[in-house]
């Protein structure tokens, strides 16, 4: 349940709990930073930079769970860059996500979930479930139909949604201990660089509710560490458009290609 959706006095409480203000600067949804009304956000290491190592990150997993559930916004370790997660089914969080970024509000947030098998309650799937098996979890955000099971205050401009299943332990278990759809964006204010620590974002922590550390994401050294996840346009039937080439195009190619699928040409969304 997302405890910050009923009505704009507790739009605006989220709003002042992130440091956020109701006024006309900032993002397209007219937001802009402010002193954070809250103290700065607690900071949880994972046991082993939150790869495989489960046992020990429970504490962490639990406060993530109850952060999300109340509406908040968490920074989070990914498989690709650090994220903000929060869940797509608060509008208030989805507004707070955009402001805290100074996001545009027509730039859409990706969808994280758990399994494979979720992808289906909330898109419309045109392509065979294995090519789904051998791209998810994985460095990619795939884009198809959404369903009228994912909230309508998310990305309302686009009939499309992009799907992520990182393959990152901890976000799996985040995204199925959750229990619905999370949205996730890089954790950085737009036009600047992603992280792939966190202390690279760290003047966004007094605007958080929680920050999960996993450590240093990739190598860290090349340029493309920072590229993201691989975006592709799975909406048209036999097709696939690269909408951004991301980190891991050339394997992501490779699989579309294998499964007969054809490149599209022109403008993806």
């Known amino acids: 349940m997302c405890l910050a959706r009923r009505g704009s006095g507790l739009r605006a409480t989220l709003a002042a709990v ?40 429970g504490a962490a997993l639990r406060a993530a769970v109850a952060e999300l559930r109340a509406g908040a916004v968490v920074a989070v370790p990914t498989d690709t ?12 969080a989805l507004d707070a996500v955009y402001r805290l970024k100074g ?13 494979v098998a979720d992808v289906y309650r909330y898109c419309h799937v045109r392509v065979p479930e294995q090519l789904l098996q051998d791209l998810l979890p994985g460095p990619v955000t795939l884009v198809m ?35 619905g759809p999370l949205a996730l964006t890089s954790a950085n204010l737009s036009s600047q660089a992603s992280s792939l620590r966190v202390e690279e974002f760290q003047d966004l ?15 860290g050294q090349s340029a493309e560490c920072r590229l993201g996840s691989t975006v ?21 190619t490779a699989i579309l290609q294998q499964y007969g699928l054809l490149p599209a040409h022109g403008p993806c969304l």
Not at 40 to 51: D, H, K, S, V
Not at 103 to 115: D, I, M, N, Q
Not at 205 to 219: A, K, M, N, R, Y
Not at 233 to 251: N, Q, V
Request: net charge neutral.
């Open 81 to 92: 860059l650090y994220g903000l997660a929060c869940s797509a089914s608060c509008s208030a």
């Open 232 to 252: 592709v346009d799975l909406s048209e039937p036999g097709k696939f458009g690269i909408i951004r080439p991301g980190c891991a195009l050339e394997s992501t």
């Open 103 to 115: 996001r545009s509000e027509t730039k859409p947030l990706a969808v994280c979930l758990g399994r």
């Open 145 to 179: 139909e959404r369903t009228e099971e994912l909230n309508r205050d998310l990305n309302p401009f686009t009939p499309l949604v992009g799907i992520r299943i990182p393959n990152h332990a901890f976000m799996q278990d985040l995204a199925q201990t959750f229990g």
């Open 18 to 57: 992130v440091g956020l203000s109701e006024g006309a600067a900032g993002s397209a949804r007219g937001g802009r930073l402010l002193r954070p009304a809250a103290p700065e956000a607690r900071l949880l290491r994972l046991p082993g930079g939150g790869g495989a190592e489960r046992a020990g990150w």
């Open 205 to 219: 922590w007094p605007h958080l509710s929680l920050v999960i550390d996993g450590g240093q994401i990739g190598e």
